[in-house]
C-alpha cells in the first residue's frame, strides 16, 4: 500500500484523530485541532481538510445516521514508520547507524 504524503495541516488533523478514542465526527476533531494544538480553525476548514484525508485513503467517511464518524485507514503507527524509513533512506542512505550517532550528538 501507498501511503500518501501530507501537508503539515493534514498532518494535525490525523494526529488530533489518532488521538480520538473513538471514531470522530467534525466537531470533536475540531474541537480537538482547536483546543489541544492551537488553531482557530472553522468547522469549514476543518471538513476541507478531512475530505482531503478521504481522497488519500487516509480516512473512511462514514454515515450514522444524520451524521458522519471518521474511520482510521492508515494508523498512526503507520505513518510514523513511512516518516521513519524515508529519513533514514534520504538524509542517512538507509544508514540507520547514522541517524543514531547524530541522535546521541555526533559522538
Not at 478521504?54 to 450514522?64: C, G
Request: hydrophobic letters at 35%.
Amino acid at each position: 500500500m501507498v501511503i500518501e504524503d501530507l501537508t503539515k495541516s493534514e498532518e494535525l488533523v490525523m494526529k488530533a484523530i489518532w488521538d480520538c478514542k473513538k471514531e470522530p465526527v467534525l466537531s470533536d476533531v475540531v474541537d480537538r485541532v482547536n483546543g489541544s494544538y492551537g488553531k482557530d480553525w472553522r468547522p469549514q476548514t476543518v471538513s476541507t481538510f478531512l475530505a482531503k484525508l478521504v481522497r488519500k485513503n487516509y480516512l473512511k467517511m462514514q454515515r450514522d445516521g444524520k451524521i458522519y464518524t471518521y474511520k482510521v485507514l492508515i494508523s498512526e503507527k503507520e505513518y510514523r514508520e513511512k516518516l521513519c524509513k524515508h529519513l533514514v533512506s534520504f538524509w542517512y542512505g538507509d544508514n540507520l547507524n547514522g541517524l543514531i550517532k547524530e541522535l546521541n550528538g555526533g559522538n
